[in-house]
């Protein structure tokens, strides 16, 4: 523990606010040249912070370095005897947040230099707000990776989609766009409100469990853990974890673009391509991966029972194979949806959103540092691609539409190389970073088939339909690539002459990223021979410290997996029990993963071999497939059902509006009650007529209903 | 009598008032006024209060209704400054108005309730001029000297001459004996209570007791100690009762109802005297007594300014000028 | 013998017939007649009361007094009546209170 330990994470978090308030106060006059060095040197910063972190991390004897907390301070604190809710500013740096910030700091760095680059001809004022809210963006992701507590993650996951709104709105002046802006914003809510949900019900949880809630993670997994053991927690304690657990993972749908709330993401493709980038790509998608990974072990034994309301029905829903489920489908809706695409942004978008579906898929099966490994991966060459993608409409002067495209291989050279590398390592070409990531998630798929003894057919489907996926994506990743770069050009003369050619501050990153996109996936090696009771690479080791889930102890995994060929075997001493079983797993496990891994690179070549012959050679067919096309184009009909849903609760809340808000607030509250005091004060004036004998009446009267009165009420 | 005249005159007084009210000339208003007020001053002559009704004559009939007929001649009002007759449904509501306020006013009377709710033990308004009976003037007397309402209540005394115990008379039966023995034990009471050893009243007692029952009738008087008497007479012939008795002589009773008949007549003279009234105005009284002599001193001051302005309420008239200040 | 029920219808009488010449009648003298009615009509029923609670609260004084003092509110409100008729005559040529000139009492 260092002294720097206690500044470093508010530094780190703080350097991109600092930027961003620099930039957005004193950009629009300081000029671009300013604007840029601040808001670049804000970032890189940070990056610099994380990087000694890091260092510090390598150069430490594994297992010394844990990580650390730091509490800079009480947030808010009330309550009393066992109902206390303490809430601290709480930073973590630990091995998986070092992780996230390395990513987030480094790709974020990059693509602010990009930004320079692109965002050049625009005003100074537009550049400025554009820096300052990319800045902002960083300092709320940093939040987000370093905050200690669910509250602190609330935070920046509420400031990243704001963030998310006032970029994808960027350029408000069109419509659309801003209604893009919007969608986004309002999708994220329906999440969000689960994740408050699922926040409340954890404070509950405290309270009945510690007496005093704190939200922090550690705590949250402890729960969990508490979960795991049987008899610990009460039944209806359960429930809520199981309920808070699905509230949670319903919240990282909506943020990292699940089924049924991925819609927002590929209309996020409004913004500029460097937010796509960063936010829709790199960096703020991921949040909701990295918050289940982060209570892992709360998600592990969550198991929410649905009772049906006026009978005795109840069933279990197991929420991480529920969380597999919607990833592996997401995955392939995803993945067809990429397919129909023309705009060359719109198939990375649903290429984000069908990767996303695989960290969850992973995140499901309990691969949570596989998960974590895409995510890395995915930063690379998502990041890669839309920032060379970028470069390509930036050259064509805003042009979108693949089919317009064509034959830029030599017009675009560093381009070309960027969305190649980039492509491979998204399709999961072998030896590329997206090949290992990817075989890894999926990998962990299949040992969960594995482990059930082959009983839980579940399993086998949710590997199948990852890896048609993958077949997808190796075909719509080719598709894209030859309806680009290759074949004849599909400009004319006039816009030909017109490229314009990136400068140095987009190939910089593009040129990095490229480095990244191909080696990044040796930091996790698949452990080809690994001792028992380690997965094994790299990535494995360096998480396994922060990640708190287990699915199960190895040992019951493996006891579980030997007992069927135990039936087989001779009888044998404990040891040499012991002793065989390992070898026998170690030898099914491996065979596995070879399978696995072979059967995924067979359909990837196949896939890029279809997408090579069809797409590379022939012109592109403008999309004659029809119906079935189109149905895929619109990611199966989801918005479609969202505009009709929303229109009839338009056409209700249009009729509320007349009733309620019309009819029974203005009409008769506002304008009523106002009536009823004119009429009030007519009857009143009635009464003033100012005649003797008239009030003489009134107190003739009064003295009447007084009498009454007394004699009424006398005992 | 006294009743007679009670009616007698509430009757002149009610016609007087109708006729009063409804005279289209203030002259004959005026004039019924008058009458009223007197047969009202009649009616406090007989609630025994002979100053209030010396007052009513002088004050009413003497000042104010003087002072009307000073102002109605003052006027002379010609037939069309009347101002107009008020019609038919004016008089009804106000009628129907005057005959609710009434009916209302005398429910009590008919229903045996009063306003506070408060009513006598037997659920009826006192009579003034009642008969004192007994039990009320030993419970009066002892609730005075400091007996808690519980012992009050528990003191049962039959009305009507208590039964004798003479030789050779009816023989009791045991409830009978035990409800006589419980008079004795009262009357035993109220001779300790009332008189000393010497046979005299106690001190502050007597007044008390004439007081407290409004004894200021003489018949009432009358029957009541002729009641005591006869009480005390029994208690006399009682057999065993009298070691209980504290006046044992005849003489000795004798002498105590004889002071109670003398102090008792002394009492009730008293009673809405101009001394009695002379008592307490000029002692317990005296703070409303001078702010009454303030009021009429500022009434007198409002009447100067306001007969003497020229204009009515500060409103201009016709070309006359108006001239600022008072004019005292 | 005179009971406290009598002098109660007898006082309920007088002050409902005053009521009545206060309700319907428009001469300003007459009303002021009703009004001295209601007054006597009041002062008749607390000398009954002073008689009959005499003794409880001392000697009826309490009652007594407040007969007077209100005679001499009596006094004093006539006096001052009266002279408001002086002036509403001198001013409107009439003792109708619902004459126009009575009616700009309102305020």
């Not at chain 1, 805003?398 to 560093?414: A, D, I, Y």
């Not at chain 3, 002062?43 to 002073?50: I, P, S």
């Not at chain 3, 009546?81 to 002036?87: F, K, M, Q």
């Amino acid at each position: 523990m260092d002294m720097t330990d206690h500044w470093l994470p508010f530094a780190i978090v703080m350097m991109p606010f600092l930027g961003f308030l620099i930039t957005g106060l004193f950009g629009r006059k300081a000029g671009k040249g300013f604007s840029s060095m601040v808001s670049v040197g804000a970032p890189a910063t940070s990056f610099v912070f994380v990087a000694t972190l890091y260092l510090r991390y390598l150069f430490t004897t594994q297992g010394e370095w844990a990580g650390f907390q730091t509490a800079l301070g009480t947030w808010f604190s009330f309550g009393s005897g066992a109902e206390i809710l303490d809430i601290q500013f709480l930073f973590q740096i630990d091995h998986l947040t070092l992780l996230m910030c390395m990513v987030v700091t480094g790709v974020g760095t990059l693509i602010h230099i990009y930004s320079c680059g692109y965002m050049s001809d625009v005003s100074d004022t537009r550049f400025a707000r554009f820096m300052c809210y990319l800045n902002l963006f960083m300092g709320m992701m940093l939040i987000l990776v370093t905050g200690g507590n669910m509250l602190l993650l609330f935070i920046g996951w509420e400031g990243v989609g704001l963030c998310s709104y006032l970029l994808i709105g960027f350029e408000y002046e069109e419509d659309w766009k801003a209604a893009a802006g919007m969608k986004a914003f309002i999708v994220n809510r329906v999440g969000d409100m689960a994740f408050i949900l699922g926040m409340i019900m954890v404070v509950i949880l405290e309270f009945q469990l510690n007496g005093r809630a704190s939200l922090s993670f550690d705590v949250i997994n402890a729960i969990g853990l508490q979960a795991q053991e049987t008899a610990i927690l009460t039944h209806d304690q359960m429930w809520l974890v199981g309920a808070a657990a699905l509230c949670f993972f319903i919240g990282a749908t909506g943020k990292s673009a699940q089924i049924p709330l991925f819609v927002w993401l590929p209309d996020a493709m409004a913004g500029p391509t460097p937010v796509s980038a960063l936010i829709h790509a790199a960096t703020m998608v991921t949040a909701g991966i990295y918050m289940i990974v982060r209570i892992s072990a709360f998600f592990v034994p969550a198991v929410f029972v649905l009772n049906v309301p006026f009978t005795d029905f109840s069933y279990d829903i197991a929420v991480l194979p529920l969380v597999a489920t919607v990833g592996a489908l997401t995955a392939f809706l995803a993945a067809t949806a990429a397919v129909a695409q023309t705009d060359i942004k719109k198939v990375l978008a649903y290429s984000t959103v069908s990767q996303l579906g695989y960290m969850m898929m992973g995140v499901g099966a309990g691969a949570f540092s596989a998960a974590i490994f895409h995510l890395m991966t995915h930063a690379f060459f998502k990041a890669l691609l839309f920032l060379a993608a970028g470069a390509v409409i930036h050259a064509l002067h805003g042009e979108q539409n693949m089919m317009r495209m064509g034959g830029l291989r030599k017009k675009l050279p560093v381009c070309f190389w960027a969305f190649m590398l980039g492509g491979l390592a998204l399709a999961g070409f072998p030896l590329f970073s997206g090949f290992f990531s990817k075989d890894m998630i999926l990998f962990g798929v299949y040992e969960r088939y594995l482990a059930s003894d082959k009983t839980q057919v579940t399993w086998l489907i949710i590997w199948l339909v990852g890896l048609s996926g993958a077949f997808l994506t190796a075909f719509y990743t080719f598709r894209m690539l030859g309806m680009t770069f290759f074949g004849k050009t599909r400009l004319t003369k006039d816009e030909e002459a017109h490229i314009h050619r990136p400068g140095v501050a987009m190939k910089f990153p593009l040129q990095v990223l490229m480095v990244f996109a191909v080696i990044g996936g040796f930091v996790g090696l698949p452990a080809v021979t690994p001792v028992i009771g380690n997965k094994g690479n790299k990535i494995g080791e360096m998480l396994s410290p922060s990640i708190q889930g287990k699915i199960e102890s190895e040992r019951d995994f493996q006891v579980a997996r030997m007992k069927r060929i135990r039936a087989e075997e001779v009888i044998e001493t404990e040891d040499e029990k012991a002793e065989s079983w390992h070898d026998k797993w170690h030898h099914i496990h491996h065979a596995g993963e070879i399978w696995s891994m072979l059967l995924s690179v067979v359909l990837v070549l196949l896939g890029l071999s279809l997408g090579y012959m069809k797409f590379f050679k022939a012109p592109p067919v403008a999309s004659a497939d029809g119906l079935s096309s189109e149905f895929f184009r619109i990611a199966w009909g989801l918005d479609l059902f969202y505009t009709t849903a929303v229109g009839f609760l338009l056409v209700f809340s249009v009729w509320l509006h007349r009733i309620i808000d019309v009819g029974l607030f203005d009409k008769s509250l506002v304008e009523g009650s106002g009536r009823l005091s004119l009429w009030i004060s007519e009857l009143v004036t009635a009464f003033q007529t100012g005649k003797v004998t008239r009030s003489a009446v009134y107190i003739a009267v009064g003295a009447i209903a007084m009498l009454a009165a007394a004699l009424t009420y006398a005992v | 009598m006294a009743g007679f005249l009670f009616w007698l005159f509430g009757a002149i007084a009610v016609i007087c008032a109708i006729l009063c009210v409804t005279r289209r000339n203030p002259v004959y208003g005026a004039f019924f006024l008058l009458l009223t007020l007197g047969s009202v001053a009649v009616e406090f002559l007989l609630m025994h209060s002979p100053f209030i009704a010396a007052m009513q004559i002088i004050l009413y009939a003497g000042a104010i209704v003087v002072l009307f007929v000073f102002v109605i001649m003052l006027l002379s009002l010609k037939a069309e400054e009347l101002g107009e007759e008020p019609p038919m449904t004016t008089k009804a509501g106000a009628a129907v108005l005057a005959s609710c306020i009434f009916v209302l006013l005398s429910l009590p009377v008919f229903s045996g309730q009063s306003f506070a709710g408060k009513t006598t033990e037997d659920g009826k308004f006192i009579e003034l001029n009642e008969p004192v009976k007994l039990k009320t003037i030993f419970k009066v007397v002892a609730m005075r000297r400091g007996l808690s309402v519980e012992d009050v209540k528990n003191i049962k005394i039959q009305e009507g001459p208590i039964g004798n115990a003479a030789p050779g008379a009816q023989e009791f039966s045991p409830a009978e004996r035990k409800r006589n023995r419980a008079r004795y034990d009262v009357m035993y009471l109220a001779s300790v209570l009332c008189v000393d050893d010497k046979g005299e009243w106690t001190p502050g007692v007597r007044d008390e007791l004439v007081l407290s029952m409004g004894l200021t009738d003489h018949d009432a008087i009358d029957n009541g100690i002729e009641e005591v008497e006869q009480s005390m007479k029994s208690v006399e012939d009682g057999k065993g009762s009298k070691a209980r008795n504290g006046l044992e002589s005849a003489a000795a009773r004798k002498t105590v109802l004889d002071s109670m008949k003398r102090k008792i007549k002394v009492r009730s003279a008293r009673y809405g005297s101009l001394e009695h009234f002379v008592d307490f105005l000029y002692s317990r009284y005296i703070v409303a007594f001078e702010l009454v002599s303030i009021l009429i001193f500022a009434a007198i001051a409002g009447v100067l300014v306001l007969a003497r302005r020229k204009g009515f309420m500060g409103l201009e008239t016709d070309g006359e000028e108006r001239r600022g200040g008072m004019y005292l | 013998m005179i009971g406290v029920q009598g002098v109660y219808l007898l006082s309920a009488a007088l002050f409902s017939i005053g009521v009545y010449g206060v309700l319907s009648r428009r001469n300003l003298l007459i009303v002021l007649m009703s009004v001295e009615l209601m007054l006597n009509a009041g002062n008749l029923l607390l000398c009954a009361m002073a008689r009959m609670h005499a003794g409880v609260g001392g000697d009826g004084e309490g009652g007594q007094t407040l007969i007077l003092m209100s005679m001499a509110v009596a006094a004093c409100e006539v006096a001052v009546g009266l002279s408001i008729v002086i002036a509403l005559f001198r001013h409107s040529r009439s003792v109708d209170i619902s004459s126009p000139g009575a009616t700009q009492l309102r305020g």
